[in-house]
């Protein structure tokens, strides 16, 4: 919308591909895109609930209890919500970077839940997602997987051997 330019824009391949997930136009950093189907369905698709990792920087300074909380989950949306792992990165002037496990992709996921226990988001990076890490690629950039990193991918999203070696 808005004739935003997309992640699309940015690769200069022709061949279909489909991105594992989604970042909101306020988000950076890992996105993973594949022309595999069945592994995008089986990374997706919230019964296999694979970890992703983002990094938060929040307005405030949480307490331990706030913490708490986030794991134990808030409700949105008539559904629990909740963060699998969280913890404080670093804490100064204000301000709190905090890595966040989730095991669930629903819209906006991080920056509600952070900003119901009055923590807004003030920047949010997506670092991993499954055994896949962002490591220090620049922002804007693209690369191809490994063999390795693929096939790790794939033993992540419960496909089997034969699978592995078929695509």
């Known amino acids: 919308p808005e004739g935003r330019r997309t992640v699309m824009d940015l690769i200069p391949l022709t061949q279909r591909l489909y991105p594992v997930g989604r970042l909101d136009a306020d988000s950076e950093g890992l996105l993973l895109l594949t022309d595999d189907g069945e592994l995008t369905e089986r990374l997706t698709h919230p019964r296999y609930g694979h970890a992703r990792v983002y990094r938060v920087l929040v307005s405030g300074e949480p307490n331990a209890e706030t913490i708490e909380r986030w794991q134990r989950g808030v409700t949105l949306d008539d559904r629990k919500a909740s963060f699998s792992q969280v913890q404080v990165e670093h804490q100064e002037h204000g301000q709190t970077w905090l890595r966040v496990t989730v ?12 900003a119901a226990l009055g923590h807004p988001v003030q920047r949010l990076i997506r670092v991993e997602m499954g055994s896949l890490k962002l490591g220090d690629l620049p922002t804007g950039r693209w690369r191809y997987l490994s063999t390795g990193e693929v096939n790790a ?15």
């Open 153 to 167: 991918l794939r033993k992540d999203a419960g496909l089997t051997r034969s699978e592995l070696t078929s695509n």
């Open 103 to 114: 095991h669930e992709g629903r819209k906006h996921l991080v920056r509600r839940v952070v």
